[in-house]
């Protein structure tokens, strides 16, 4: 069945450094697939997404590219900041999957000063 | 906009007792909510899926007497968690889908359950 894998925190960065969050996906048909953040205590927030093959999402300078080749959808920002500090989860939801949306385990990211 | 509440934010009950959770589209007509449930640094676990007018889709080991689910209007759904027990407390998310909005769904912000 459709599925995500995301790499396992927790991830400690120092503030302006690079961030990569690792994001594979295992789909039948062409998912969209979504970066939510939250942060503590709250609710889920859609970060970014994209619907197709070799669509790049961006917001708050995060990025990810929709790769099929490789099933990926890594989520990436040049130099984070400590208000960057949640827990990011990779997503997909599609047509084979009812609209359902299916997530990855989730990524704490911590940024120090 | 698509904004989703919940209510409430955080309850508190005794053993045995029920606790009503909302979720509401507030500035759009919800087709198809969703709700999760989340445990201490995990993802989020798919409950239900619920269509107004019709009854809640469990998905498997979710005991649908005790999560009642009811989606009676367009824009409000209710998760009802009958004779709670400690092991019920956690973190209670909905999420709601838009007609014609394709793939998206809106979170509300979650609602905390603590079971004493």
């Known amino acids: 069945g459709d599925s995500v894998t995301q790499m396992e925190g927790p991830v400690t960065l120092s503030e302006e450094a690079f961030l990569t969050i690792n994001c594979t996906y295992t789909a039948t048909g062409y998912p969209s697939l979504f970066w939510y953040v939250q942060y503590p205590g709250e609710g889920l927030q859609l970060l970014l997404k994209a619907t197709k093959a070799d669509d790049k999402g961006s917001n708050k300078g995060f990025e990810a590219t929709y790769r099929k080749e490789t099933t990926s959808f890594h989520l990436e920002k040049g130099s984070v900041q400590v208000s960057d500090s949640a827990v990011y989860f990779c997503a997909l939801s599609g047509p084979n999957t009812g609209n359902q949306f299916y997530f990855g385990t989730g990524t704490s990211l911590t940024v120090i000063p | ?116």
């Not at chain 2, 007497?65 to 209710?78: M, R």
């Open chain 2, 1 to 116: 906009g698509a904004v989703v509440s919940q209510h409430p934010s955080r309850v508190i009950c005794k053993s045995g007792t029920s606790v009503k959770i909302e979720c509401r589209s507030l500035d759009f007509q919800a087709t198809t909510m969703f709700w999760y449930r989340q445990f201490p640094k995990q993802s989020l676990m798919l409950m239900a899926t619920s269509n107004e007018g019709s009854k809640a889709t469990y998905e498997q080991g979710v005991e649908k007497d005790k999560f009642l689910i009811n989606h009676a209007s367009l824009t409000l759904s209710t998760l009802t968690v009958t004779s709670a027990h400690p092991e019920d407390s956690s973190f209670y998310i909905c999420s709601a889908g838009k007609p014609r909005s394709y793939n998206e769904q809106f979170f509300g912000p979650g609602t905390r359950l603590t079971v004493l």
